[in-house]
């Protein structure tokens, strides 16, 4: 009988670590020590103290998931743990308004080999050169654009 009580116990303190341990290793332990307890039930106590046992065990891990996704977010200690800001910026530039940079004037920033980055306008974009090799400082002419790039040509 204590192995099955330290056991749930046991369960219930791994399940309740795994809200400050990242990965699911505490959660694992945690099941298989309450599913250790629930077999040692019906193997030592029989198959009525077996289902009562395993009753006790899921009302125990549902306790548990109560306390760490409902209660503990609401208290001011479970608000330090989670993560409230955000991130507003992208990895990527902005795409370019075809109708604003195509026929426009570009300087090569980079050379062009044949990709690189251009200057349209004070903006800078990257861009393929359909002319193949282009020298950093080149004046160039936005002839077109591809899905995430100007296309450039030499004027």
Wanted: charged content about 15%; some cysteine.
């Amino acid at each position: 009988m204590n192995a099955i009580l330290i056991l749930f116990l046991l369960g219930v303190v791994l399940l309740a670590g795994e809200v400050f341990v990242p990965g699911a290793v505490l959660g694992i332990l945690g099941a298989i020590s309450m599913f250790a307890g629930c077999v040692i039930s019906f193997l030592q106590l029989g198959t009525g103290y077996g289902m009562l046992a395993t009753v006790v065990a899921l009302a125990l891990l549902g306790l548990t998931l109560y306390v760490e996704l409902v209660w503990l977010p609401k208290t001011r200690f479970g608000r330090k743990l989670i993560v409230h800001a955000t991130v507003d910026a992208t990895s990527q530039p902005p795409l370019a308004d075809k109708a604003a940079v195509v026929g426009k004037a570009a300087e090569a920033m980079t050379a062009l080999v044949p990709s690189g980055f251009v200057l349209v306008e004070g903006r800078r974009y990257e861009a393929f050169s359909q002319s193949g090799h282009v020298p950093k400082g080149a004046i160039l002419r936005v002839s077109g654009l591809d899905n995430f790039r100007l296309i450039v040509t030499k004027s």
